[in-house]
């Protein structure tokens, strides 16, 4: 059975950074895709990055020249460094996994629990 386990959430002030990581256990070795999604209360899930096993990724707007997304392979992991970080970056943050997602075309099979950011002004 596929896990994922987000972690480094947290609280921090108005241009401070902080870096999420997503562990994954099971089978997700076989996803070509994974990414990172936000939500605030109200609002629907919004995609964040999206990475593929042969490193292409993709960013919404909002977070481009300032989040990034990479994979970390010795931990089986994945990580969201974010930089510059806003109060509407506030939201808490899922991680998650397409079988056969690419950086255009991306429906979540398996999603992480979630870890709140939260930023303050």
């Known amino acids: 059975q596929v896990q994922l386990v987000e972690s480094g959430g947290g609280l921090v002030q108005a241009g401070g950074s902080l870096r999420l990581s997503c562990a994954s256990s099971?089978?997700?070795?076989?996803?070509?895709?994974m990414a990172w999604y936000r939500q605030t209360p109200g609002r629907r899930r919004e995609l964040v990055a999206i990475?593929?096993?042969?490193?292409?990724?993709n960013y919404a707007d909002f977070v481009k020249g300032r989040f990034t997304i990479s994979p970390d392979n010795a931990k089986n992991a994945m990580l969201l460094q974010m930089n510059d970080l806003k109060p509407e970056d506030t939201a808490v943050y899922y991680c998650?996994?397409?079988?056969?997602?690419?950086?255009?075309?991306?429906?979540?099979?398996?999603w992480g629990q979630g870890t709140q950011v939260t930023v303050s002004a």
């Open positions: 990475i593929t096993t042969d490193g292409n990724t």
């Open positions: 998650s996994a397409d079988i056969d997602g690419t950086t255009t075309q991306y429906l979540p099979d398996y």
């Open positions: 099971g089978t997700l070795g076989n996803a070509n895709a």
